[in-house]
């Protein structure tokens, strides 16, 4: 019932920067995904991997970032794709929050990818930031372990 939901939004609601969300599905067996136009597959993110590279190689590290960080969700959604976990959800912390409810990611990489979300934020909202090679290169070696412990790309 409608008074039960309201009991379990009460007590999530008591944890810091938590909050609850229910998501309904029209049709479960829905193979489509509303979160993209096209769908993400192996060969897209490859070319994202190569596209990044280039930015890398320009030190455009501000700009990189963003991109970084829609390649990792992206990869995200596409395990969440493959495993039926209902990753049409509207922003990236709810992926976030999907993956790591249902056990697909770690606390630490929770966390870790919520500071992520926070520098991407960042650096897509404010005019002055400054991302240093160190910084972004650490993100992306993160990133491109998570993506082939995910088996999403090979290791080099």
């Keep these: 019932s409608i008074e039960r939901y309201k009991e379990i939004a009460e007590i999530v609601g008591r944890h810091n920067n938590w909050r609850f ?12 995904y509303a979160w993209l136009d096209e769908q993400v597959d192996l060969s897209t993110i490859n070319r994202m991997l190569e596209r990044l590279n280039n930015l890398l190689e320009g030190e455009n590290y501000d700009l990189a970032l963003p991109y970084l960080w ?31 409810s249902l056990g697909e990611i770690s606390g630490e990489e929770f966390e870790w990818a919520l500071q992520v979300l926070q520098l ?7 005019l002055q930031v400054s991302i240093s090679r160190d910084e972004l290169l650490g993100i992306y070696n993160h990133i491109k372990s998570q993506l082939i412990a995910w088996g999403l790309v090979a290791q080099q």
């Design 120 to 126: 991407r934020n960042e650096a897509v909202h404010r």
């Design 70 to 100: 829609t390649l990792y969700i992206s990869a995200m959604r596409l395990i969440g794709q493959n495993d039926n976990i209902p990753a049409d959800v509207t922003s990236d912390r709810s992926v976030l929050n999907y993956m790591y």
């Design 21 to 32: 969300m229910l998501s309904t599905i029209e049709n479960p067996e829905q193979t489509d």
